[in-house]
């Protein structure tokens, strides 16, 4: 299965507010992504680190954009020890989860930002992380 709702993911990004203030993301430990000042991104990689350990994780990743920073696509990833489970809300709608067993790195310009997918259970790739932050990760 490669897209539901995972109801323990859907429960906790229901409860976050709909308008979500950068600040409030950061004060909740969440890994915040914008084009211009990322916040916490070091827990993603140990994140990474306990994939690779066989360690079960859990992490909520924010990301913003330009156009208006109080409305965020907020997201949770979690390894439970055997797959990957990715669930994402705009807050207009429903979470959305997707299954999947590795993160895929790659950037699409040399010095563009680089870009973390999960690779999901039939083989598509669903983005997770974009840092736009240069040189190498």
Request: proline fraction near 7%.
């Amino acid at each position: 299965m490669n897209y539901c709702v995972y109801p323990k993911h859907a429960m906790e990004l229901n409860t976050l507010p709909k308008t979500y203030p950068l600040e409030k993301a950061i004060h909740n430990n969440d890994i915040v992504v914008n084009p211009s000042n990322p916040n916490n991104t070091e827990r993603f990689y140990e994140f990474l680190s306990n994939i690779g350990k066989g360690k079960t994780d859990k992490i909520r990743i924010t990301r913003y954009g330009y156009d208006n920073p109080e409305l965020a696509i907020k997201t949770i990833l979690e390894y439970n020890g055997t797959f990957l489970i990715f669930s994402l809300s705009d807050g207009q709608v429903s979470p959305v989860t997707y299954y999947g067993n590795e993160i895929i790195y790659r950037y699409r310009q040399p010095d563009g930002p680089w870009q973390y997918f999960l690779k999901k259970c039939d083989g598509g790739e669903e983005l997770v992380f974009n840092l736009y932050k240069y040189g190498n990760p």
